[in-house]
């Protein structure tokens, strides 16, 4: 089976412009290819997992990637998927994001000369003419048909703003500046982002009438629908400062039955053959198929070491000794405490658990907070020094468990 049939069959394609031609490119090495990653934050996401792993599987089959970080393009800020606008950054906080992403995405690809490329549309973007550009680029798109396209549609009932509005045109411009500098022939993303690459492929064949051509993914979605890669409202991130391996391997470890084999299939590299065997698997089973899962994606993004130490704890923690050692652990100092303690509120703050003390006391209200297997009912609750340093266990819902001591 070669690469293209493979990405059919672990789910992993959406949507083609040329099946047969990109088919061709793929299968035989021929393609350069490249994925758009903006940087608003300082790490990437479990919702960037596809993608990397996409990239992953592509150089493996002989294609050259080339990770076009957007130091241009976030400072506009892309409306998909959007109903309000996105927050601009400094240019000082792109080149952080953008240094930070680089060693992210090399536990996944190889950079190197003839290898994989690590590109910023700043380079470009920020050097353009504006009359120049609405002259040579603007002239090539049509604003009825850029007002139709899915990415602008939402944002259209509470204002979409001029600067959003030229998105799709740099994005565009991205990919034919790249088509003609660094013989990129194609452009990889998600499913939400088909009317903006659409936009790269007219853009080449209007001004250099040639083709190129664009592969989606499905976006990452539970049975519900919804985006996968965020746990209590939080984004699940690869940097472990942001979100540990051991809650990291927890989110993976802790997806619905009716998700784990589409995971498997689109996130690990297990063969196909085994996974087919693993999709007969019920009951009891899948908790196994689970772990596994867990194991595999915790190894890619922090080591087996890592993987290894998050599967034991949330082994022994779940199992009937209920085994600490390796669980998620914050270290408070004397200065933490007023008065020789600290309140459940400030703990869970403290601990990452709670992004606020209004957050904090909803979850305590809420009955969703316990401390050392006895769940917590009043708000001004507290632990003091002799407490602290024997060590308390929080555990937020039914599956989150920190430990914090002095």
């Not at 088509?179 to 009317?195: A, K, R, T």
């Not at 998700?259 to 690990?268: E, P, Q, S």
């Not at 194991?295 to 009937?320: C, I, N, S």
Request: charged share 25%.
């Amino acid at each position: 089976m070669q690469i293209y049939e493979e990405l059919q069959a672990r789910g992993l394609i959406a949507q083609v412009t040329n099946e047969e031609e990109v088919r061709d490119l793929i299968n035989n090495g021929k393609a350069t290819f490249y994925i758009g990653y903006d940087c608003t934050a300082d790490s990437l996401t479990a919702g960037h997992f596809m993608t990397l792993v996409l990239m992953k599987r592509l150089q493996m089959a002989g294609n050259q990637p080339i990770a076009l970080i957007g130091g241009g393009t976030t400072t506009v800020g892309d409306p998909s998927g959007r109903t309000d606008m996105r927050k601009m950054l400094t240019m000082e906080d792109i080149d952080h994001n953008a240094a930070c992403f680089k060693k992210q995405m090399e536990r996944f690809i190889e950079f190197g000369p003839g290898k994989a490329q690590m590109l910023n549309n700043a380079q470009w973007l920020l050097k353009l003419n504006y009359i120049e550009l609405l002259r040579e680029v603007g002239a090539c798109f049509s604003v009825n048909n850029m007002l139709r396209a899915d990415c602008y549609k939402q944002r259209m009932e509470k204002g979409l703003s001029f600067l959003e509005f030229n998105y799709m045109i740099m994005q565009s411009y991205d990919f034919y500046y790249m088509f003609q500098h660094h013989g990129c022939n194609m452009q990889f993303g998600g499913n939400d982002q088909w009317s903006n690459m659409l936009g790269g492929t007219e853009l080449i064949r209007r001004k250099l009438g040639k083709d190129a051509q664009v592969l989606t993914i499905p976006l990452l979605t539970d049975s519900q629908g919804n985006k996968m890669g965020k746990t209590a409202g939080n984004a699940v991130w690869l940097d472990p400062n942001k979100t540990s391996p051991f809650d990291f391997y927890q989110y993976w470890r802790n997806v619905e039955d009716a998700d784990v084999m589409k995971c498997l299939r689109m996130l690990t590299f297990l063969p196909l053959e085994e996974l087919e065997e693993m999709a007969k698997w019920e009951g009891s089973q899948l908790n196994q198929a689970k772990e596994i899962l867990a194991f595999q994606l915790t190894a890619m993004v922090h080591g087996e070491e890592e993987a290894a130490k998050a599967q034991e704890g949330a082994r022994a923690l779940f199992g009937a000794g209920k085994n600490t050692a390796n669980m998620p652990t914050t270290t408070l100092s004397a200065s933490d405490l007023t008065n020789g303690a600290i309140t459940i509120l400030d703990l869970l703050v403290k601990a990452g658990l709670a992004a606020s003390k209004g957050e904090a006391r909803r979850l305590v209200q809420q009955g969703g907070v316990s401390a050392n297997e006895e769940k917590v009912a009043d708000i001004g609750a507290s632990f003091d020094e002799e407490q602290l340093k024997a060590g308390v266990v929080i555990r937020k819902g039914k599956k989150v468990f920190h430990k914090v001591i002095l």
